[in-house]
């Protein structure tokens, strides 16, 4: 279950980051850029509790448009992946913008514009591809900090994850259950960044030569 929420929240993050970070490098300084850094800001800022409380409030006791606990439907993970994925949405927007912008104005850039490729072109075969791999290794990592994030997201809406077995765990002081959690999560940490170290000779094959 934890790590389905997980991969959830890992979707959502990417599916609106990206957008967001590649319109922003793409309009510097503009109403949209500033618009970006303030969504981007307030996602890192605001606290997964706290938020998680917010979107039950909201949605699940006011507008009764969401449950605010369980997990029997899919309507019960919108919620929480909301709740995990904000952070990283921040994170990742301003990685995108930050990096493309950093790219954009490389000389291999000006060349390809230079031999009549459209910016469409230059963005999808050039710009983006050269800057995955910083991307790439901050979801990683975030993917590990998902799970960590879980332990206080599944407790705020009882999903049954080992983050809320491993907070019974604690207050039942069921030590052996604890330690097999955390070196659950552990082992899960390091096989996601193993995942993302082979992934790197896809994303740039010059990795191969090192």
């Given at each position: 279950a934890t790590a389905k929420l997980a991969a959830t929240a890992m979707v959502l993050a990417l599916v609106v980051s990206f957008p967001l970070g590649?319109?922003?490098?793409?309009?510097?300084?503009?109403?949209?850029?500033?618009?970006?850094?303030?969504?981007?800001l307030v996602g890192q800022s605001v606290p997964s509790f706290w938020l998680g409380i917010m979107l039950i409030l909201?949605?699940?006791?006011?507008?009764?448009?969401?449950?605010?606990?369980?997990?029997?439907?899919?309507?019960?993970?919108?919620?929480?992946?909301?709740?995990?994925?904000?952070?990283?949405?921040?994170?990742?927007?301003?990685?995108?913008?930050?990096?493309?912008?950093?790219?954009?104005?490389?000389?291999?850039?000006?060349?390809?514009?230079?031999k009549g490729l459209s910016?469409?072109?230059?963005?999808?075969?050039?710009?983006?591809?050269?800057?995955?791999?910083?991307?790439?290794?901050?979801?990683?990592?975030?993917?590990?900090?998902?799970?960590?994030?879980a332990v206080i997201t599944e407790t705020v809406f009882a999903w049954p994850g080992i983050g809320r077995l491993l907070v019974d765990a604690i207050f039942q002081r069921d030590y052996p259950l604890v330690q097999a959690s955390i070196l659950f999560i552990t082992a899960s940490f390091i096989f996601i960044n193993l995942l993302v170290d082979i992934s790197y000779v896809y994303i740039d094959p010059r990795i191969k030569l090192k």
């Open positions: 590649i319109l922003a490098a793409l309009r510097p300084r503009s109403l949209l850029d500033r618009f970006v850094s303030v969504i981007s909201v949605f699940a006791r006011q507008l009764r448009w969401l449950p605010s606990s369980g997990s029997s439907t899919w309507e019960h993970m919108i919620l929480p992946s909301i709740t995990l994925a904000m952070p990283l949405i921040g994170i990742l927007t301003r990685l995108v913008r930050s990096g493309l912008m950093d790219v954009l104005y490389e000389d291999y850039i000006r060349t390809a514009r230079a910016n469409r072109t230059v963005l999808q075969r050039h710009a983006m591809r050269n800057m995955l791999i910083p991307v790439v290794t901050v979801i990683g990592l975030q993917l590990g900090n998902l799970l960590g994030g």
